[in-house]
C-alpha cells in the first residue's frame, strides 16, 4: 500500500516539481487524477473512475473511497493489489471542493 503525501510532489507554486524523475512525475499525476476525481462529488463514498491503474502491466481502473472525515483519500485498483491512502491533498489545484 502507498501511502503518500501530495504536497511532496509539489513545488511553492502549488506545480509538480519538474526536476523529478519520471517515475515520480508520473505518480504526482496519478495522485491529482485520483484527488480530482474524489473531490468532484460533495458526500464521502466510494466511487469508481475510468482512472488506469499506475501499474502497467494491469488493465485495472481505480475505485476512490473518500472517507467521511475528508482527510485521506483511499484508492485501490479493481483488479491488482495496488492500492494507496492520499494525504495533503487539501487546497491543493486539484481539490475541487467549494
Same mark, same amino acid.
Given at each position: 500500500?502507498?501511502?503518500? $503525501?501530495?504536497?511532496?510532489?509539489?513545488?511553492?507554486?502549488? $506545480? %509538480?516539481?519538474?526536476?523529478?524523475?519520471?517515475?515520480?512525475?508520473?505518480?504526482?499525476?496519478?495522485?491529482?487524477?485520483?484527488?480530482?476525481?474524489?473531490?468532484?462529488?460533495? !458526500?464521502?463514498?466510494?466511487?469508481?473512475?475510468?482512472?488506469?491503474?499506475?501499474?502497467?502491466?494491469?488493465?485495472?481502473? %481505480?475505485?476512490?473511497?473518500?472517507?467521511?472525515?475528508?482527510? !485521506?483519500?483511499?484508492?485501490?485498483?479493481?483488479?491488482?493489489? !495496488?492500492?494507496?491512502?492520499?494525504?495533503?491533498?487539501?487546497?491543493?489545484?486539484?481539490?475541487?471542493?467549494?
Amino acid at each position: 500500500m502507498y501511502i503518500t $503525501n501530495l504536497s511532496h510532489f509539489l513545488d511553492r507554486q502549488g $506545480n %509538480i516539481v519538474k526536476e523529478m524523475h519520471k517515475e515520480g512525475r508520473e505518480m504526482a499525476g496519478f495522485l491529482a487524477l485520483i484527488v480530482d476525481a474524489a473531490t468532484k462529488e460533495i !458526500e464521502p463514498q466510494t466511487m469508481a473512475t475510468i482512472i488506469r491503474c499506475h501499474n502497467k502491466k494491469c488493465a485495472g481502473t %481505480i475505485e476512490i473511497v473518500v472517507g467521511s472525515e475528508r482527510d !485521506e483519500i483511499m484508492w485501490m485498483c479493481t483488479h491488482c493489489d !495496488e492500492a494507496g491512502k492520499i494525504s495533503g491533498w487539501q487546497k491543493t489545484r486539484w481539490d475541487n471542493r467549494v
